[in-house]
């Protein structure tokens, strides 16, 4: 039952389509099912870490994350930036190939900076786990676990089920791929923009 509950707050987590999800369904049209996925298990990795530390409460490694909260905003900021830019700038090619150009341990990386670069994340995982009835201090490690494997394999099958669903729709929406480059570029710049007024 706890994996279970787990299982749905790591997919409810990874569903609102953010900066993340915006370069998932963009990289899905540009480059194919392979790297929406690659995208969204950089995140999904992000979270396995922030997660553990909450679960595990690693509590000096998460209050130095948090009391440099400041920092990680402006880096994750300065980066959406760039991926926004990136993203808008880029002109759509004739073919479809699949992972051309960008490999994929570039477009891993990318979205596991993006998502590590949020140190208040392992605050949210901290009120959530608290919300399904986990307590650091009277918690065995095989609930810990169980939690962390759950929320995991949730966000796992998020970024599963986007790939394939936009997969789809690739064909249909690829003869408008710029206007779907320049509309997720812009919303991902404005996200970075936002990143550095929040702080």
Request: one cysteine or more; aromatic letters at 12%.
């Amino acid at each position: 039952m706890l994996l279970l509950k787990s299982f749905i707050l790591g997919f409810s987590v990874s569903a609102p389509v953010g900066p993340i999800g915006l370069l998932c369904i963009q990289r899905i049209l540009t480059r194919g099912r392979a790297a929406g996925f690659v995208t969204g298990f950089g995140a999904a990795t992000a979270n396995l870490i922030y997660a553990s530390i909450a679960a595990f409460g690693f509590s000096v490694v998460s209050s130095f994350l948090v009391e440099q909260q400041l920092i990680f905003r402006v880096i994750g900021g300065v980066f959406l930036f760039y991926l926004g830019l990136k993203t808008f700038m880029k002109k759509p090619s004739n073919t479809a190939a699949n992972l051309e150009g960008e490999s994929i341990f570039a477009m891993f990386l990318s979205t596991f900076v993006l998502m590590i670069t949020n140190p208040v994340t392992i605050l949210n995982f901290v009120a959530m786990f608290a919300g399904l009835g986990f307590e650091q201090s009277s918690s065995s490690s095989l609930v810990a676990v169980t939690l962390i494997v759950g929320v995991f394999l949730g966000a796992i099958s998020w970024w599963i089920i986007l790939s394939n669903v936009v997969s789809l729709f690739r064909n249909k929406i690829r003869p408008h791929l710029s206007r779907v480059n320049k509309i997720a570029g812009l919303l991902i710049i404005i996200l970075g923009i936002l990143a550095f007024i929040e702080t």
